[in-house]
């Protein structure tokens, strides 16, 4: 990944690439009226200007990152303990597997499943959500050792009440479940994730 494009993660992470408010605060526009007058109106022609970036620099950027607004509205006050930085979250979740860590789902039929005319006015579903594995008062931190993705279903049916190795019975239904409504999709169960131990020891 280019620095060019890593700067402009940043920048979009950090809300400056959808506010003229927040851009100006960034050390390369400083002048932004001026810029504004002489480069262009939108956010974007500036950007690319200052920046020395070229329209297919720009659109690798967008297209390289396509979950970085939905990773954006995820940030929240208690992810910066274990995150410390909403970068760190987000490419944290970039290279997450994108599969339900308890039953195997796969994030692409979520989406087709949960598009169904019955179910496409949920809020939760289409996506794989950001699930702590470790739950208890003193493992229950949203940090990098005790966070995975998981399926809305898998989440919900886990809450805070049961432990993941527990849970591995009740998501071989899950599982099962997926298979019978995709029986041409081919995904595993993960049953590596039920051997893995993860100890987080710290408290709230």
Same mark, same amino acid.
């Given at each position: 990944m280019s620095f060019k494009i890593e700067r402009l993660i940043e920048m979009k992470l950090n809300g400056s690439l959808d506010s003229y408010?927040?851009?100006?605060?960034?050390?390369?526009?400083?002048?932004?009226?001026?810029?504004?007058?002489? =480069?262009?109106?939108?956010?974007?022609? =500036?950007? =690319?200007?200052?920046?020395?970036?070229?329209?297919?620099?720009?659109?690798?950027?967008?297209?390289?990152?396509?979950?970085?607004?939905?990773?954006?509205?995820?940030?929240?006050?208690?992810?910066?303990?274990g995150f410390e930085t909403i970068s760190k979250f987000y490419y944290w979740y970039k290279i997450q597997p994108k599969n339900c860590?308890?039953?195997?789902?796969?994030?692409?039929?979520?989406?087709?499943?949960?598009?169904?005319?019955?179910?496409?006015?949920?809020?939760?579903?289409?996506?794989?959500?950001?699930?702590?594995?470790?739950?208890?008062?003193?493992?229950?931190l949203y940090s990098e050792d005790n966070c995975s993705l998981a399926c809305y279903v898998c989440n919900n049916a886990k809450s805070d009440l049961v432990y993941y190795k527990d849970f591995k019975h009740?998501?071989?239904?899950?599982?099962n479940f997926w298979k019978s409504k995709y029986p041409v999709n081919k995904f595993d169960f993960p049953h590596e994730f039920y051997e893995k131990e993860i100890h987080e020891n710290i408290k709230k």
């Open positions: 408010e927040l851009l100006k605060e960034e050390s390369e526009f400083k002048d932004l009226k001026t810029d504004i007058k002489q =480069i262009g109106k939108t956010i974007k022609e =500036i950007v =690319i200007k200052k920046l020395e970036l070229t329209e297919s620099e720009f659109n690798e950027f967008k297209s390289g990152n396509p979950d970085i607004q939905y990773v954006k509205s995820r940030w929240s006050e208690d992810k910066k303990k860590c308890y039953c195997g789902v796969p994030e692409n039929l979520l989406k087709d499943y949960f598009s169904t005319p019955d179910l496409s006015k949920r809020k939760r579903g289409k996506r794989l959500e950001i699930e702590r594995i470790l739950t208890d008062k003193n493992n229950n009740i998501a071989l239904g899950i599982h």
